[in-house]
């Protein structure tokens, strides 16, 4: 691991070095992008007893029209969600000494991507993506720092993913399949953390490209301070942040799966001029051997098979992983072992 890589002090800077910024097609811009009141808020507490029809009528509409929506009262404690968020923040906080003497397999650190010397224009972030399956076999590797790290990632793990297994079966059921469908396809929690520092003109810059995610669902904690948006009708529109509420958004493995019904948005992270934004995204993914096809069951006459089956590790590495932009992000991510490809 070099220095440039984790070098977060680099980004105090008065104005934006030549190569973070993205050529004019492909910057954000000047153009003000609204915050979207129109993405679901949809209350989990109320999806038991006589409201459960009408709460997987809201998550099915949200996942058919927009691919994204957001939770309340989901069940995984304030408490562990906020002591999360303070390792990270401390995590990306610690100099780079500390940050290379995490264990070699605890995880990849890295500024932009992991290859910053091939990739072009840089991403004005840091990154830290941690393998979480199984569990109980990659935690050893974990960084030891900040304090407690181990002991509240864990736990946040455990319980976002809880979360995550009920909302899959809350699709399901929305998509009329056998309880338990997604069983399988669902094995896999991959970690990725990113902090993007504050950024002297967020126009020329971004955090992460537009991209889709390959994974059934994402769950993606972005504490109090905006940054992510999702492409809609031929525009850009915000995701609120709203503390304590997760952000939900459909892979394209579910995409698949549910034969074209769910949507997988494209998105992206952009920055901001004063504050630093950290976001913490749990993917949920298949096992690399996992075979992903339309459901059996949505397939018929009137809807034939958008899609081919595949080996779910085929498609990580194919030209489609990450949507339009595919090229781009595989660059990116050329040098990341093939367990962790994500972004
Ligand atoms: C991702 C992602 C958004 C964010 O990690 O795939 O889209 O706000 N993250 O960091
Ligand atoms: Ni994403």
Redesign the pocket.
Known sequence: MDDQKIASSWFNVQSVPETYRFPPERRPGKLIVPLCKTIPVINLEKATGVDRIHIIQQISEASQTLGFFQVINHGVSENIIVETMRIFKDFFSMSPEEKASAPNKSGWIYTSSTDYAKEGVHLWRENFKQPCHPLEECIQFWPNEPTRYRDIVGTYLVEVKKLSLRILELICEGLRLEPGYFKEQSEVQLL?S?H?PPCPDPSLTL??LR?I?PSLI?I?Y?GDVS??QVFKDGQWIGVEAIPNAF?V?IGNQLQIISNGKLRSAE???VTNPTEA?T?I?T?INPSSNCIIEPAQALVNALNPPLYEAFLYKEFVNSSKAFGPDTDAIQKLISSEPECIK??
């Open positions: 990725s990113n993007y955090g992460i991209h995610d994402t993606v972005q940054g992510l952000v958004n998105h992206r992270a934004r976001s995204a993917f994500g972004k």
